[in-house]
């Protein structure tokens, strides 16, 4: 499962703001191109473990300030259930 682990983490660590509204939009989640600049130049570099309950709270209060409570909240949720084994 860590292979699996890995790779989500790593998409999520260089993800691009182009595909952040991708899967927003696939996922629901409303997410402007302002806000998902903000959120992949956070996660540009930072190495951060979703699988991780920590740090996927530090996440989605960054994403919480960038693009709002309520977008945070569905993060989350969507974070959630890619963590779910």
């Known amino acids: 499962m860590k292979i699996f682990e890995s790779i989500i983490n790593?998409?999520?660590n260089t993800i691009t703001a182009e595909e952040l509204v991708k899967y927003a939009?696939?996922?629901n989640i409303k997410v402007n191109r302002g806000q998902?600049?903000?959120i992949a130049e956070?996660?540009?570099?930072k190495n951060i473990n979703i699988f991780d309950?920590?740090?996927r709270a530090q996440l989605v209060k960054q994403i919480a300030k960038a693009a709002?409570?309520?977008t945070a909240r569905e993060?989350?949720?969507l974070l959630i259930q890619f963590t779910k084994q």
């Open 68 to 70: 709002g409570p309520e």
């Open 75 to 77: 993060v989350n949720n």
């Open 10 to 12: 790593h998409k999520i």
């Open 42 to 45: 956070y996660l540009r570099g």
């Open 53 to 55: 309950n920590t740090q």
């Open 36 to 38: 998902a600049i903000k």
């Open 25 to 27: 939009n696939q996922f």
